[in-house]
Each structure stands twice: as structure tokens, then as C-alpha cells.
């Protein structure tokens, strides 16, 4: 299976930008979709922005034109440029890969890394 592991997180000031990078590692195949999720202390976790295979784009309301997410096939790298940033953006953000085996789909999670807006 596919293992990601996150970078990139640390401490910012509102109005600033972190680039996550995402790295994954094992046997790619058959990934259908690969995303940025967060999650906030005492909150459930949230989409913020995804890919899919063929390089089509969704985002969080919260996220529009502040986040940006790209990919480097050659590196097998996702990376999430966040621009902007604001307090409430604080949370873990985690990586994640949807992947198709023998007809059923599975979720690959790295650990998450830590962003840490302050005001």
C-alpha cells in the first residue's frame, strides 16, 4: 500500500505562507484522487482541497483563493501552497490518497503535520 508522510507545518503569522509537501512512498498505483484535510482541536476533520488522477481541482470554501494544491508526478509529491493565512487556519493537516485495489477503494493517511496560525 501507499505511505505519505507530510512536511512542512510550523509556526506563522496571519498574512503569511507554508508550503505542505506530501511524499509518498510503497506501491502507487492505482490512486484515484489524492487531498489536503485538517483538523482543528475539538473539531471534526475537515476537507481543505483536492486532485484527482486527471488533475481536476476542489476546494473548501475556506480555502479559495488562498490555497493552492499541485502535484509532481516525477517526485511522487502532492504539496498544498497556502497563502494568506489567517488564525482559524491553525489545525493538523494530513494527507490523504484514495486508492483503487482489486475493485475496492481505500484511504491512505499520513500522520500530519502541524500548522500553527498566529494572530
Known amino acids: 500500500q501507499v505511505q505519505l508522510v507530510e512536511s512542512g507545518g510550523g509556526l506563522v503569522q496571519a498574512g503569511g505562507s507554508l508550503r505542505l509537501s506530501c511524499a509518498a512512498s510503497?506501491?502507487?498505483?492505482?490512486?484515484?484522487?489524492m487531498g489536503w484535510y485538517r483538523q482543528a482541536p475539538g473539531k471534526q476533520r475537515e476537507l481543505v482541497a483536492t486532485?484527482?488522477?486527471?488533475?481536476?481541482?476542489n476546494y473548501a470554501d475556506s480555502a479559495k483563493g488562498r490555497f493552492t494544491i499541485s502535484r509532481d508526478n516525477a517526485k511522487n509529491t502532492v504539496y498544498l501552497q497556502m497563502n494568506s493565512l489567517k488564525p482559524e487556519d491553525t489545525a493538523v493537516y494530513y494527507c490523504?490518497?484514495?486508492?483503487?485495489?482489486?475493485?475496492?477503494?481505500?484511504?491512505?493517511w499520513g500522520q500530519g503535520t502541524q500548522v500553527t496560525v498566529s494572530s
Open positions: 486532485m484527482t488522477s486527471r488533475g481536476s481541482t
Open positions: 490523504k490518497y484514495s486508492q483503487s485495489v482489486f475493485g475496492l477503494e481505500y484511504d491512505r
Open positions: 510503497g506501491n502507487i498505483f492505482n490512486i484515484n484522487a
